[in-house]
């Protein structure tokens, strides 16, 4: 098991101590130039991939890298504005919604676990994905759960971009060429990332 505290002595003496004035820089203010919208899941790290360091992503995690839309955007506020403050206040330049293999709340959705019912917060949470749900099972009737789960996955990021572009201050900057909307998915076995194809609306492995 990990010790946390051993952790931190280490982040202390061999990262913060070598880099001291990096993050004596850093604590000025902090200039992202990427909002990344990713699934809480622990095996997804924006920074390894976008071979970062802290400054440069922001970050918004929740169970299945979802975006509520402008219209839910109150109930939901605690994604939807840190949203707005990327946008509006930091001013980044990229956003990627980041869905993944494997994803657990993508999985709950296609097939509930037994114990649902005593995860009420998450099961209200990835009700949010039930349409897309309901139509991956009536288009993919002779498909695994796992081809389900993996369709729900990569289908799941291109809707959360376009729930993206429900918010009228994002549509404005991606149609001013200030904003780019970038929507991923992480094959984590594989080290793979295919990027949706906005104009063919298809995934290309990069
Ligand atoms: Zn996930």
């Known amino acids: 098991m990990q010790d946390i505290y051993k952790a931190l002595k280490q982040f202390k003496e061999n990262d913060y101590l070598r880099n001291q004035t990096f993050y004596e820089n850093l ?3 902090q200039t992202p130039h990427t909002l990344f919208i990713g699934c809480s899941d622990s095996r997804v790290s924006p920074e390894r991939l976008l071979q970062a360091y802290p400054g440069e992503v922001f970050h918004i995690r929740n169970i299945a890298n979802i975006v509520p839309p402008a ?14 403050y990327a946008v509006e206040v930091l001013n980044v330049k990229n956003i990627i919604v980041c869905g993944h293999s494997n994803c657990g709340g993508c999985a709950a959705s296609i097939h509930p676990p037994e114990n649902i019912d005593q995860l009420p917060y998450t099961s209200i ?21 796992t081809e389900k789960a993996t369709c729900l ?22 149609e001013n060429g200030h904003l780019v909307l970038n929507g991923w998915h992480y094959n984590i ?17 990069f």
Not at 78 to 83: D, F, G, V
Request: glycine share 4%; net charge negative.
């Open 153 to 174: 996955e990569k289908l799941n990021v291109v809707q959360q971009l376009e729930n993206l572009l429900t918010f009228d201050n994002i549509r404005d900057r991606v």
């Open 71 to 84: 219209g839910q955007s109150v109930k939901y506020a605690s994604t939807t504005s840190a949203i707005e």
């Open 189 to 205: 076995g594989a080290g793979e990332i295919s990027i949706y194809n906005q104009e063919s609306k298809e995934y290309e492995i």
């Open 125 to 145: 949470w990835i009700s949010q994905i039930n349409a897309l749900r309901d139509q991956i099972a009536e288009e993919m009737t002779d498909a695994s759960l």
């Open 27 to 29: 604590s000025e203010s």
